[in-house]
């Protein structure tokens, strides 16, 4: 009788072809806040974009980098973010 085998490694990531990350760094109501804020994220080499929501405490804009396909991209940019002192928040799309 044969040896079992080993179970077959699992994905680090999702399966689905789809899988984006975005790593989020705030949400702003001031415009000289989030101009900052974009600036020294830029800074540091990352490219940002910008998500405009409504909320009950009014309009918010979101500033964000990436999207990154694989989860371990964006904790590097988690990390490069957190060392430079910045929020940041790794957010599955």
């Known amino acids: 009788m044969a040896a079992p085998r080993p179970p077959a490694a699992r994905p680090a990531e999702p399966a689905t072809a789809d899988a984006r990350f975005v790593v989020q760094v705030g949400a702003y109501s001031d415009a000289a806040m989030l101009r900052e804020t974009r600036q020294k994220v830029e800074k540091l080499g990352l490219k940002t974009y ?15 980098v990436g999207p990154y396909g694989t989860r371990a991209e964006a904790q590097a940019a988690v990390a490069r973010l957190k060392a430079a002192g910045l929020p ?4 599955a799309l």
């Open 50 to 64: 910008t998500q405009v929501i409504e909320g009950d405490a009014g309009r918010r804009t979101r500033v964000r």
């Open 88 to 91: 940041a928040n790794l957010l």
